[in-house]
């Protein structure tokens, strides 16, 4: 089992960036892929990106793909999502998730495919 702590979040200006970080409990964090999740009020949550238990693979959505990075630091227990070039579209609750027993090189984007979720961390980008 794995606990998942989001922080990072923040109010920004449009073009601004922010990193979002997951600390993750549990000894076996290196085994679990990852992924970054955001809901927007009214709206279904989203996928944004994945990572694979390796870093190998990784996979982003379309709507973030040259402007966010995601990346892990196993020996720290933690995923980051660096965004840059941030939009008032960004503007979300976003989640971390994780799941155990991945293939080393798969990046779901199916928040189904994970079973581990934070409590999500604010994310506002002003125009």
Not at 38 to 48: C, H, L, W, Y
């Amino acid at each position: 089992q794995v606990q998942l702590v989001e922080s990072g979040g923040g109010l920004v200006q449009a073009g601004g960036s922010l990193r979002l970080s997951c600390a993750a409990s549990g000894s076996t964090f290196s085994r679990y892929g990852m992924g970054w999740f955001r809901q927007a009020p009214g709206k279904e949550r989203e996928f944004v990106a994945a990572i694979s238990w390796s870093a190998s693979n990784t996979a982003y959505a379309d709507s973030v793909k040259g402007r966010f990075t995601i990346s892990r630091d196993n020996t720290r227990n933690t995923v980051f999502l660096q965004m840059s070039s941030l939009k008032p579209e960004d503007t979300a609750v976003y989640y971390c998730a994780a799941r155990y027993g991945f293939a080393s090189n798969y990046a779901p984007s199916n928040g189904r495919e994970y079973n581990y979720w934070g409590q999500g961390t604010q994310v506002t980008v002003s125009s």
